[in-house]
């Protein structure tokens, strides 16, 4: 698979800009010197070494930065226009224009202050204020482009075109204020659905378009790192979003809220469409201690190779760890998600074990078989995830007598793995 493919998009959400962000340097407020001392530390410069890395560089430009919300703590003006120069600089250091940025808002964007006023239709109108406000020149900018809806008003949902991307952004935070439920859970009204629905379907014949959607809460209830912790902040009609979203074939689906780096990859057998479906996690909010070695703050990039309209999207994932030692390093599979998930073929693990055992039976008799000659022969194997083909590589290998040495990759290893003829006993 060419490392150059056809789209790539930065994925970054939940800074959480103000005191609850991980270094000094992302916080306008005033911190106390502890502070200060605990969290000198320069996370925007080692950002910068990443993306200017010549390995990220020479793996292909970005085309699109995504962030999924809660780019403040708290909504304040300040926070949002240090957010705003904080993403700005992200942006430039991946060469990417606002225009080319898209943004949906989390439930802590909004300016709670405000919220806690009467009449309550006072705090509907204004909790947005600091969000919209030209002091956030960058995501001010973003939010300025061509595009129809509103996350502030009904149907609180934005659809933008460009020439490549129909992204679709839902604000699943639209309802949640003082007066709702104390579990702030994401929801999607009736409404806001039948929108989404009828938007979309004015698409639905367009094929050259990749197919987007953002929402802030997740809509998979996750494993609690830590133990069986109860969630209840999930977004409450995932089923039918999701649902929606694989009838009008949107490819992706990327969200925040949890702090945890998710991926999963469903196909929806009604409407006969695989979507993906990426936990972004947080790219800079200081973290639980208690998840300390299990969840890292993280930065993805999702490339989409060959484009197949009507199977769904196909590529690489691409995830970094970040810790105030090291950097940012490829992710690993105990912070949550692997450095690579490939996507895009769909087959079962029989069905791959089936098509590799036909490879390797020609073959058996060579002694040593390298598996990029199974790839070239079946090309497709390079959207398979790299733990389904390692397994399926293992029990293939072993149902005809020879031993599969090889362990799923990391970003930029190729798959040198290799097929040995067992020894006699
Ligand atoms: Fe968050």
Redesign the pocket.
Known sequence: MSTHSNLRLAVV??L?IGTKARAAELCPQALSDALVASRDEKFLDAFQRLATSEVFRSSGKIDALLVT??ITNSGHANEHARASEVLHFVADQLGVSHEQTFFVP???DVFWPVAKLEPQDFWRKYRYEPLHAEDNHFIYAAMQQDAIGSYHNSPYAVLRKTESLLVLGVNTAAHDGPAETPVHHGSISNETMKWIDETLSAYDNDLTLRRICLAHHHPLQYQNPTGNGKDFSALQNAESLLALLAKHRVEILVH??R?VPQWTFRFDGNAGHPIAILGAG?FC?ALENAWTGNVSNQFHVVEFCSRSTMSGGRGRLLSWAYDSLNGWKPSTKDLGIHGVRRFGDRRTEGELVLKIKSLLVPQCGNGVIRYPAIELAEPDFAFCDDELLVRACRRAAAEVRLDFVGEAGDIGERRSWLFVAKESS
């Open positions: 959400s939940d959480h919300g809660d989390g439930n802590h925040g809220h702090h947080s909010a």
